[in-house]
């Protein structure tokens, strides 16, 4: 089946910081989705992206479907960006899951 | 507020035990996933439901089962529960799944499930 690896696993960022988040998959996909999980747990979809580029306020994602990754960009960090980013890949009606990007933003 | 609600919030239960798990999608949305996220094994997909039927079927166990009901609100019952079924369950809603490709899901606060 599809594997689907994110990098780096963890990130300690101060705030005001810009990162990058990776995610690549091993083979054609469907669809391309970008979450982040909260600390209370909440799932919140960011970004429904199959290939090109998309903003959302200090957020943007890209994905170039042909080379088979995604990036996750995030902006100038705020406390609030924390949490767990997953990416997830769509095949044959299934979202495959990443194992996620933690994300700690220090005040 | 995605606008997709689970109860119940936690749920303790004992091993050999049977739950229910319900949600309701956003309004207007067809489809309904099912996903289970463990510490050891990530986020996976259950089952998939459109429109009352079964679509997709992931990682589910066979003492897993779900439905989704005419109001298109969905039950996930869990069967002879297990130590390592202990997980926060998550349901997801969508408008549509068009062709092979499936729309942005939008997921509930989830379901904490605690097996003693």
């Known amino acids: 089946g599809i594997q689907v690896e994110q990098s780096p696993p963890d990130l300690i960022l101060q705030e005001g910081a810009n990162s990058t988040l990776r995610c690549n998959f091993s083979d054609s996909v469907n669809n391309l989705q970008w979450f982040h999980q909260n600390p209370w747990g909440q799932l919140i979809n960011l970004f429904y992206i199959p290939s090109g580029t998309k903003q959302n306020g200090r957020l943007s994602a890209t994905t170039v479907a042909t080379e088979r990754y995604s990036l996750l960009y995030i902006s100038s960090s705020q406390t609030t960006d924390s949490g767990v980013y997953f990416c997830?890949?769509?095949?044959?009606?299934?979202?495959?899951w990443g194992a996620g990007t933690k994300l700690i933003i220090k005040p | 507020d995605s606008g997709v609600t689970q109860t119940p919030k936690h749920l303790i239960t004992a091993t050999g035990q049977r739950v229910t798990l319900r949600c309701s999608p956003r309004?207007?949305?067809?489809?309904v996933y099912w996903y289970q996220q463990s510490l050891d094994q990530g986020l996976q997909f259950l089952i998939q439901y459109y429109n009352g039927e079964e679509r997709a079927k992931g990682n589910i166990l066979e003492r897993f089962s779900a439905q989704q009901f005419p109001d298109l609100h969905s039950e996930l019952n869990l069967s002879s529960l297990e130590l390592g079924d202990s997980a926060l369950y998550f349901c997801?809603?969508?408008?549509?799944?068009?062709?092979?490709?499936?729309?942005?899901?939008?997921f509930g606060p989830g379901t904490r499930l605690t097996v003693l």
């Open positions: 997801a809603s969508s408008t549509r799944t068009s062709g092979r490709r499936t729309d942005t899901q939008y």
């Open positions: 997830a890949v769509d095949s044959n009606y299934q979202l495959i």
């Open positions: 309004s207007g949305d067809l489809s």
